[in-house]
């Protein structure tokens, strides 16, 4: 069976401290990983999806890696405005296209 | 471009009562079709997917049921709400292909049940 572990479940950063979140996944075949953003009450937002080991993405303050047993995110000086719920989540070959999701970071960064 | 629409956004509704939420998606044909539940302290719960009319997965038995009468309408339905049913229902498309597809999801459905 598929499953996601994200870790730190929560996480307080001063604005520009940079940090890393956590994904550990056991998947029998891995058809991609994906990283999304929740802010509160709203549905997630798609950030990255990782392939194969190795692999990295960015976008503005973030950085997405992938090895065969987990995924970081990283978050490079951050501000006030990356406070968010960011969840990964994967996809295997051998349970359709559907997602399995981790239970999400809850980041907030501080002035 | 592609948008997904889900309503309502808020549902307070008694024990018993029964539940109907709807989902639709625009500006693409024959899309992957889910339903996932957030409930507080937990992760996105896979609950029903469609990979077309009148095809439904379930993942999780529960005290609900889904269906899909056109090829981008998909409703999620209860006869009878359970206290435990309350949550924050998520419904989604993504594209058919060999791919890893990415999901895109509408803005939520908050159901408490009283």
């Known amino acids: 069976e598929d499953q996601v572990t994200q870790s730190p479940e929560a996480l307080r950063l001063q604005e520009g401290e940079s940090s890393s979140l956590n994904c550990s996944y056991t998947?029998?075949?891995?058809?991609?990983l994906f990283w999304y953003r929740q802010d509160p009450g709203k549905g997630p937002e798609f950030l990255f999806t990782?392939?194969?080991a190795g692999e990295e993405k960015e976008k503005e303050r973030l950085k997405a890696t992938l090895t065969k047993k987990e995924s970081f995110l990283h978050i490079t000086a951050p501000k006030p405005e990356d406070s968010a719920t960011y969840l990964c989540?994967?996809?295997?070959?051998?349970?359709?296209?559907?997602?399995?999701f981790g239970k999400g970071t809850s980041l907030l960064v501080t002035p | 471009s592609q948008t997904i629409h889900q309503w309502p956004a808020t549902l307070v509704q008694p024990v018993g009562s029964p539940l109907s939420l709807e989902c639709t998606v625009e500006?693409?044909?024959?899309?992957?079709l889910y339903w996932y539940r957030q409930a507080a302290g937990r992760g996105l719960q896979l609950l029903f997917y469609?990979?077309?009319?009148?095809?439904i997965s379930s993942e999780v038995p529960q005290n609900l049921s889904a269906s899909r009468p056109q090829d981008r309408q998909f409703i999620l339905s209860s006869k009878k709400l359970l206290l435990s049913d309350s949550g924050f229902y998520l419904c989604?498309?993504?594209?058919?292909?060999?791919?890893?597809?990415?999901?895109?999801f509408g803005a939520g459905s908050r159901l408490t049940v009283l």
């Open positions: 998947v029998s075949g891995l058809r991609g």
């Open positions: 990782l392939y194969s």
């Open positions: 989604a498309w993504s594209p058919t292909g060999s791919g890893a597809n990415v999901l895109t």
């Open positions: 989540a994967v996809q295997a070959y051998d349970s359709g296209y559907a997602l399995n």
């Open positions: 469609s990979v077309g009319i009148g095809q």
């Open positions: 500006g693409t044909s024959n899309p992957n």
